[in-house]
């Protein structure tokens, strides 16, 4: 069974600090990592994908990868009350794409 | 730019009723999926079709079946509905070379 494991939150942070989600995934042949936001009642929305170890950044989000401890970050620098949503990592190893449950994250302004 | 469009967006049915439903996307994708989101369960893959003319059965299918009707559309039919099946259902596809999904608005179900 290939499992995708995130904290479920909330993550409280203030505005203008620096929010950290972690991700864990069990498949050691795990190919590509993605990164969804879902606002509450919308559909979950792609920010990000990485393949490679190491950072990927894209504005004020970057993307981490370590495949040698299998974990995978997302760090959303200068929060925003705006970025307040649940963070879906998803994990491709072969078909189709395994989600994790979700990371709350708040932003208190 | 349409994307996945998926119909009805709100739906209540009594227990027993039948209903089907219907998903779209207009960018030429080869794979398409069904989930359903319950609260703290995250997403959760009832089938999908990784290409036209094919369907798989992902973790939870039983009570649901799909048709894969052309490469633009798939829908997902519940037979009998059940209390169980209330939930928000979003439809994805995923194709171009990239494993990027792109999702639907979603359908919110209530069976009552």
């Known amino acids: 069974q290939k499992e995708v494991e995130q904290n479920s939150g909330p993550l409280s942070v203030p505005e203008g600090a620096i929010a950290s989600l972690n991700c864990t995934y069990s498949?050691?042949?795990?190919?590509?990592f993605f990164w969804y936001r879902q606002y509450s009642g919308k559909s979950p929305e792609l920010i990000m994908f990485?393949?490679?170890?190491g950072d990927k950044e894209d504005g004020r989000f970057t993307a981490q990868l370590n495949k040698a401890s299998q974990y995978v970050s997302l760090l959303i620098r200068d929060s925003q009350p705006s970025d307040s949503a649940t963070y879906l990592c998803?994990?491709?190893?072969?078909?189709?794409?395994?989600f994790g449950k979700g990371t709350r994250l708040s932003v208190i302004a | 730019n349409a994307g996945v469009t998926q119909t009805p967006k709100f739906q209540v049915l009594k227990t027993g009723q039948s209903m089907t439903l219907q998903c779209a996307q207009d960018m030429n994708h080869n794979s398409m999926y069904w989930y359903r989101q319950d609260p703290g369960m995250g997403l959760r893959l009832i089938y999908y079709s990784a290409s036209e003319g094919t369907t798989d059965k992902g973790e939870v299918p039983n009570g649901y079946n799909v048709s894969r009707l052309n490469k633009r559309e798939f829908s997902l039919r519940l037979e009998s509905a059940a209390p169980s099946q209330t939930s928000v259902y979003f439809c994805?596809?995923?194709?171009?070379?990239?494993?990027?999904?792109?999702f639907g608005s979603g359908t919110r179900l209530t069976v009552v």
């Open positions: 998803a994990v491709k190893a072969g078909t189709p794409l395994v």
């Open positions: 498949d050691r042949g795990s190919q590509s």
């Open positions: 990485i393949y490679s170890n």
């Open positions: 994805a596809s995923q194709g171009g070379g990239r494993n990027v999904y792109t």
